[in-house]
Antibody, heavy 131, light 110 residues
Framework: QVQLQESGPGLVKPSETLSLTCTVSGYSISSGYYWGWIRQPPGKGLEWIGSIYHRGSTYYNPSLKSRVTISVDTSKNQFSLKLSSVTAADTAVYYC????????????????????????WGQGTMVTVSS | QSALTQPASVSGSPGRSITISCTGT?????????VSWHQQHPGKAPKLMIYDVSNRPSGVSNRFSGSKSGNTASLTISGLQAEDEADYYC??????????FGGGTKLTVL
């Protein structure tokens, strides 16, 4: 089955760049689907950070767009998140996730755009911003 | 973009039904049939319960149902069970080709 696993430093200094990677197993990213990053500050709700299509098209939360870069590396079957100029407000659990697709007798496919239905999630990784 | 509006908490007794609302605008909830609901237990990753307003992914109990009227979407859980106690988040596609989540609702099963 498809599994996602986040990895990266658990501690980042203020003003530096947070970098996380999501490794996908059980499915080849180059085959399709939309992949997203979502975060959750301690005790607070979910916030969509952005999403990427396997061919590289990106979609970002307007409130974070100036600081976010999401990229995909199909050779490693991974996609990544970079968030620059971090502050304590960026302290959160960061999740990677895959958007729901659909399957027919011909195979399984994505739904053509981001729609917010994330059916497969990583376990999440806690990132603390502190000096 | 502003977060969708959800009640902070709802509660219900086992076997009863509850409804959680999710209010947005014409640019998100009201403009598209792309509202999703995720369930999250403490310390766990979210789980997709409803997509496209009222569709259930394979494996999700039919006690969970979704609907929408105007700018407000709703999640109804019938036959409440102790295991339903969790946080619930709505999300919607927006006219800017982005996504927005609600603030979340804590469901307590009395």
């Amino acid at each position: 089955q498809v599994q996602l696993q986040e990895s990266g430093p658990g501690l980042v200094k203020p003003s530096e760049t947070l970098s996380l990677t999501c490794t996908v197993s059980g499915y080849s990213i180059s085959s399709g689907y939309y992949w997203g990053w979502i975060r959750q500050p301690p005790g607070k709700g979910l916030e969509w950070i952005g999403s990427i299509y396997h061919r590289g098209s990106t979609y970002y939360n307007p409130s974070l767009k100036s600081r976010v870069t999401i990229s995909v590396d199909t050779s490693k079957n991974q996609f990544s998140l970079k968030l620059s100029s971090v502050t304590a407000a960026d302290t959160a659990v960061y999740y990677c996730a895959r958007e729901l697709g659909y399957c027919s007798s011909a195979g399984c496919y994505d739904r053509g755009t981001i729609l917010g239905a994330f059916d497969i999630w990583g376990q999440g990784t806690m990132v603390t911003v502190s000096s | 973009q502003s977060a969708l509006t959800q009640p902070a908490s709802v509660s219900g007794s086992p076997g009863r039904s509850i409804t959680i609302s999710c209010t947005g605008t014409n640019s998100d909830v009201g403009g598209y049939n792309y509202v999703s609901w995720h369930q999250q237990h403490p310390g766990k990753a979210p789980k997709l319960m409803i997509y496209d307003v009222s569709n259930r992914p394979s494996g999700v109990s039919n006690r969970f149902s979704g609907s929408k009227s105007g700018n407000t979407a709703s999640l109804t859980i019938s036959g409440l069970q102790a295991e339903d106690e969790a946080d619930y988040y709505c999300s919607s596609y927006t006219s800017s080709s982005t996504l927005v989540f609600g603030g979340g609702t804590k469901l307590t099963v009395l």
